[in-house]
C-alpha cells in the first residue's frame, strides 16, 4: 500500500558533504548511452547538466561494459533506458559505475524509473542492501510498503 513518505532529517556527514558539494558548485556529469532518448539529453542539457553522448565517446554500438568502463574512468553517471543494467548479476551494484554515488552517504544507487514510480537500489559500504519504491502522487511523495 501506497503511504505518505517522512523525510529523515540527514546525518551530520550527509549534510556535510552536500554543503561541501555546493560550496564547490558540483554538478553531476552524465554519460547518455544510445537508448537514452535525445530529447531526454536536450532538456538534461537546458537544465545546466553536462552529458556527453556514446556519440561523442564513438561508443556506440558497443557493449554495455565498454559503456560502463567509459562511464567509470571519466567520473560519469550513466543514463539509459537500457534495462540490462538493472541485471545485478551482470552488473552489481558494488562493481557498477552505472548510478555508482559514494561521494554522497557512502553507498551504490541504482534507479529503475518508470511512468508511474521508481525504485531506488542502494549497497553501503557496511554491505547492506536496500530498496525503497517512491512516487509522486498529488503533489505528495510516496513510499510502497508492504
Known amino acids: 500500500m501506497w503511504v505518505d513518505f517522512e523525510t529523515k532529517a ?3 556527514k550527509e549534510a556535510q558533504e552536500v554543503f561541501t558539494y555546493l560550496k564547490r558548485k558540483a554538478k553531476a556529469r552524465f554519460y547518455a548511452d544510445e537508448n537514452f532518448p535525445k530529447q531526454a539529453i536536450a532538456l538534461l542539457r537546458e537544465m545546466g547538466a553536462k552529458v556527453q553522448t ?6 556506440n554500438r558497443r557493449s554495455d561494459e565498454d559503456q560502463l568502463a567509459y562511464a567509470l574512468s571519466n567520473g560519469l553517471v550513466v543514463v539509459t533506458c537500457d534495462r540490462d543494467f ?14 555508482r554515488t559514494p561521494q554522497f552517504f557512502d553507498k ?7 511512468r508511474d514510480c521508481w525504485t531506488e537500489y542502494f549497497r553501503h559500504l557496511d554491505g547492506s542492501t536496500s530498496r525503497t519504491r517512491l512516487r509522486r502522487w498529488q503533489g505528495r511523495l510516496q513510499e510502497w510498503v508492504e
Not at 556514446?54 to 561508443?59: D, N, P, R, V
Not at 538493472?86 to 548510478?99: A, F, G, N
Not at 551504490?108 to 518508470?114: G, I, M, N, Q, S
Open 10 to 12: 540527514p546525518k551530520p
Open 54 to 59: 556514446s556519440h561523442q565517446a564513438g561508443l
Open 86 to 99: 538493472l541485471d545485478e548479476r551482470r552488473h552489481p551494484l558494488i562493481k557498477c559505475p552505472v548510478h
Open 108 to 114: 551504490w544507487c541504482k534507479v529503475d524509473a518508470k
